[in-house]
């Protein structure tokens, strides 16, 4: 079973502050996705990472696919309420099928 | 607006009852799932399938079967409800190599 571990499991932090969410696997990812849950909802896809180093941008949000393909992060720059959330990052393995492994989730609260 | 839509938001059902779960999709994409979510457990797979009148079980099929007569369709069956059934319970399809769109869930509670 190849597993997707995220850290911090809980982060609340002031508006305006940086933070950084991360997702840490032993195993080796095609692609991994990051995706956004708000209560009540289903998840909503942010970004896919495909090449192992990539960098994508999505106006405060940055990601980033490790060069060994293992590892992933999310960096917000100048928190807002509006990214209050459980963020879940998700990949399907090396030559996987489509099934994806969800990672343990990161519940962020944004204090105004 | 590209759409994953679950029958319904909440339900409360009695154990032993057999209970239906509907999704539908208008995206025509061939892959479909059925995840649940708990507190501190996560999202777990229970079913998925890739093309009509196909499936596969996820990790946790026990108590669960599921039907997709048609590609826009999947429905989730609890053939005997039980009180550890009570659960977030996610819809989610997807076309290959591109990432999943999610219903809003079905909070299911059986009593």
């Known amino acids: 079973t190849q597993l997707l571990e995220q850290s911090p499991q809980f982060l609340s932090i002031q508006e305006g502050e940086n933070l950084t969410v991360y997702c840490n696997s032993s195993?080796?990812?095609?692609?991994l996705q990051w995706y956004r849950q708000e209560p009540g909802e289903g998840p909503v896809l942010l970004v896919t990472?495909?090449?192992?180093?990539e960098v994508k941008k999505l106006k405060r949000l940055t990601f980033q696919f490790g060069d060994a393909r293992k590892d992933s992060s999310l960096h917000i720059t100048a928190a807002q309420p509006g990214d209050t959330g459980l963020y879940l990052c998700?990949?399907?393995?090396?030559?996987?099928?489509?099934?994806?492994?969800f990672g343990t989730g990161t519940r962020l609260t944004i204090i105004p | 607006d590209v759409k994953v839509t679950q029958s319904s938001r909440y339900l409360v059902k009695r154990t032993g009852e057999k209970v239906f779960l509907e999704c539908v999709q208008d995206?025509?994409?061939?892959?479909m799932f059925w995840y649940r979510q708990d507190p501190g457990l996560g999202l777990r797979l229970i079913y998925f399938?890739?093309?009509?009148?196909?499936?596969e079980k996820g990790d946790i099929p026990e108590g669960y079967s599921v039907s997709r007569e048609k590609k826009e369709r999947f429905s989730l069956i609890l053939e005997s409800a039980s009180t550890n059934q009570t659960s977030m319970y996610l819809c989610?399809?997807?076309?290959?190599?591109?990432?999943?769109?999610f219903g809003s869930g079905t909070r299911l509670t059986v009593v």
């Open positions: 989610a399809s997807s076309r290959t190599g591109r990432g999943y769109t």
């Open positions: 195993s080796v990812f095609s692609s």
């Open positions: 990472v495909v090449t192992g180093g």
């Open positions: 998700a990949g399907p393995p090396w030559g996987g099928n489509e099934k994806l492994t």
């Open positions: 995206m025509d994409h061939e892959n």
């Open positions: 399938s890739y093309d009509v009148k196909m499936k």
